[in-house]
């Protein structure tokens, strides 16, 4: 099992855009399902988008729906996270996760059983 490493993460003004990348030490990304959760300083972590493997199948929280896009790119074992028109309430730990024996994509963060450190992004006003 590899080590997922989030990078991307940063300050930007609302309205902005950020786009996060997910590597793979190992292969745990390769055929495998992937997401990217998030979490809010006092909040819980949360779903916002989920891919499955080889990419037919994405699905995201209704949050971000038109404005955040998730893709992977099978040669490099990377996934990403492409985030348009960005608001305040975005601000959050971004986390990479994957499922090791699993192709699909899954919305529940039980079904995931490797993590990336996280990276943070905060949206001003």
């Known amino acids: 099992q590899g080590q997922l490493v989030e990078s991307g993460g940063g300050l930007v003004q609302a309205g902005g855009s950020k786009t996060l990348s997910c590597a793979d030490s190992?292969?745990?990304?390769?055929?495998?399902?992937a997401a990217w959760f998030r979490q809010a300083p006092g909040k819980e972590r949360e779903f916002v988008a989920t891919?499955?493997?080889?990419?037919?199948?994405?699905y995201y929280t209704n949050s971000v729906k038109g404005r955040f896009t998730i893709s992977r790119d099978n040669t490099k074992n990377t996934v990403s996270l492409q985030m348009n028109s960005l608001k305040p309430e975005d601000t959050a730990v971004y986390y990479c996760?994957?499922?090791?024996?699993?192709?699909?994509?899954?919305?529940?963060?039980?079904?995931?059983?490797?993590w990336g450190q996280g990276t943070q992004v905060t949206v001003s006003s």
């Open positions: 996760a994957a499922r090791s024996f699993a192709s699909g994509a899954s919305r529940s963060s039980d079904d995931y059983d490797a």
């Open positions: 190992g292969r745990t990304i390769d055929h495998h399902g």
């Open positions: 891919i499955s493997w080889p990419g037919r199948s994405t």
